[in-house]
């Protein structure tokens, strides 16, 4: 059992090390994001210049929700590991760990959580920046129960996120590009995942379909459950469903992974 999870601690230093030395590369998009953050307060300042309160949150709170939707996203954004895979499956390094007793996914996420990790320290530095600035206006809900909830949530929304992306690089087994399908779900995500405005400001039935949808919780939900949008009599609730998800994306991994190494077997042999 030790011996087994050695391999993937052992993924995961790697995984640290190599995502360090692009450590410029995370601090230069985490600064580029302040410019989001002028961006969402010019925007959503004027739309709250005509009254005090959208949707029952005044500005504060929409600000709160933006910036902790931001800073979610670099703790467990799953980035590009789509494309890694990706091409992992295209070059044939996928051939190494059909010999080895390594589990693929396990191998693969051990990095994912090390580069989450290097990403989301990172942005906390333009964070420190910009505190002066916005801080003022943050207002997060004083309920003990949210941070223990909330932690729950966003760890298993970096599981939602990272096995949608698992999914879509094991579509290069059928297809030789899947640019295509990973632009169509940034898309999808960036209107039902609430990165573009909160989700409970949309009409009501896009709003429960949502609800019903992987993107729902990939990080919208832990960050309603911070900033005060969600009570706990529905965190429970939608808690049990992102579970479901968790568990519906992983038997998806495996079975893509099953199907797709019987495919890869056929061409290569």
Same mark, same amino acid.
């Given at each position: ?8 601690? /052992?993924?995961?230093?790697? +995984?640290? =090390? ?11 998009? #985490?600064?580029?994001?302040?410019? /989001?953050?002028?961006?969402? %307060?010019?925007?959503? +300042? ?9 949707? #029952?949150?005044?500005? +504060? =709170? ?22 890694? $895979? ?12 059909? *010999? ?8 693969? %996420? ?9 990403? #989301?320290? *990172? ?8 505190? !002066? ?7 997060? !809900? ?5 941070? !223990? ?14 096995? $949608?992306?698992?999914? &879509?690089?094991?579509?290069? &087994? ?8 990973? $632009? ?10 609430? =990165?573009? &405005? ?8 896009? &709003? ?5 949808? !992987? %993107? ?8 309603? $459950? ?10 429970? /609730? ?12 992983? +038997? ?11 495919? /890869? ?5």
């Amino acid at each position: 059992m030790l011996s087994s999870l050695n391999k993937y601690r /052992h993924a995961f230093l790697v +995984g640290l =090390q190599s995502n360090l030395v692009y450590r410029w590369n995370f601090a230069a998009r #985490g600064f580029f994001s302040l410019f /989001h953050l002028a961006v969402v %307060f010019i925007l959503w +300042g004027a739309a709250y210049a005509g009254s005090p309160s959208i949707g #029952g949150f005044d500005f +504060g =709170q929409t600000l709160t929700y933006f910036v902790t939707l931001l800073v979610l996203q670099f703790f467990i954004g799953a980035f590009n590991e789509d494309y890694q $895979i990706s091409e992992e499956i295209r070059n044939g390094l996928i051939n190494q760990f059909l *010999l080895k007793p390594i589990n693929y996914f396990l191998y693969r %996420f051990s990095i994912f959580v090390s580069a989450r990790l290097v990403s #989301g320290v *990172l942005i906390l530095v333009p964070l420190v920046v910009a505190l !002066p600035f916005i801080g003022p206006y943050l207002t997060f !809900p004083h309920e003990l129960w949210r941070l !223990p909830v909330g932690l729950a949530a966003t760890l298993l929304s970096a599981m939602v996120q990272f096995s $949608i992306a698992y999914c &879509f690089g094991m579509l290069t &087994f059928w297809f030789l590009e899947i640019q295509g399908f990973v $632009i169509l779900s940034m898309a999808i995500e960036v209107l039902l995942g609430g =990165q573009m &405005f909160p989700l409970d400001l949309m009409p009501a039935w896009i &709003f429960r379909i949502a609800q019903f949808l !992987p %993107f729902y919780y990939q990080a919208y939900f832990p960050g309603a $459950i911070f900033t005060g949008r969600i009570g706990a009599d529905l965190a429970a /609730h939608w808690l049990a469903i992102e579970l479901f998800w968790v568990l519906a994306l992983l +038997g998806l991994n495996q079975l893509l992974w099953v199907r797709g190494l019987r495919r /890869h077997t056929a061409v290569g042999g």
